[in-house]
């Protein structure tokens, strides 16, 4: 039982490239969230998703794009990357229903130049 | 609308001596509360929650936090202090019964003296 495993760890993109942050949970949880942590803000969440086919905007969705086609993985793509996206990316999976707990996984720490 | 406030964003306490950090949450709905803590260049960890049971929640590592609805806080406390409990904490709110989003505070970072 893994929990939930983000990659890359680490990230250094120019100005306008792309990429696809990986999130998988083995938790079986229908409920998985993107978040992004800079400094003395918190986390603020980008996109969330209730389940397999179902995603949403959180409160900083712009420059990003979700797909969930499964329950195991939500993948975060950033179209044209920009400085102000330089961030640690975490994203969690929660227990809906259940325990209510959201499980984090260890992070992407991202620098866009 | 949901929101939380942590009122000290930097606590600094002496190994041995109590810990205090609050928090205070703003909910329509009966909440459901957390505290996270994340050590430097880690995850977050999840401290304890309040889902409408017990008012005092305790948590692992000695932590536990008091669900005071009258003063809508739920401060997180520690009778003593170990070097090992220095880290950022973040308090976190969320509508409870509902797949609702979670709302993260600004975090309060525990810095532990010797």
């Known amino acids: 039982n893994a929990g939930v495993t983000q990659t890359p760890k680490f990230q250094v993109l120019k100005t306008g490239q792309s990429m696809t942050l990986q999130c998988a949970q083995d938790?079986?949880?229908?409920?998985m969230s993107w978040y992004r942590q800079d400094p003395g803000m918190g986390l603020r969440l980008i996109h969330y998703?209730?389940?397999?086919?179902?995603?949403d905007q959180g409160e900083v969705p712009n420059g990003y794009n979700v797909s969930r086609s499964t329950t195991e993985d939500f993948p975060l793509r950033l179209l044209s990357a920009a400085p102000s996206q330089t961030s640690v990316y975490f994203c969690?999976?929660?227990?809906?229903?259940?325990?209510?707990?959201?499980?984090f996984g260890p992070g992407t720490r991202l620098t866009v130049l | 609308a949901q929101s939380v406030t942590q009122l000290d964003s930097h606590v600094s306490v002496s190994e041995g001596t109590p810990v205090l950090l609050r928090c205070n949450y703003s909910s329509s709905y009966s909440p459901s509360l957390f505290w996270y803590v994340q050590h430097p260049n880690k995850g977050l960890q999840l401290l304890l929650k309040?889902?409408?049971?017990?008012?005092l929640v305790k948590g692992i590592n000695g932590f536990e936090a008091e669900f005071k609805k009258s003063e809508t806080s739920f401060h997180l406390t520690k009778p003593s202090a170990h070097m090992s409990d220095a880290a950022e904490y973040f308090c976190v709110v969320s509508e409870s019964g509902t797949a609702s989003k979670l709302t993260f505070g600004t975090g309060t970072r525990l810095q532990v003296t010797l």
């Open positions: 969690a999976s929660r227990d809906v229903g259940g325990t209510d707990t959201q499980y």
């Open positions: 998703s209730v389940g397999a086919g179902i995603t």
């Open positions: 938790m079986n949880h229908e409920y």
């Open positions: 309040y889902t409408s049971a017990a008012t």
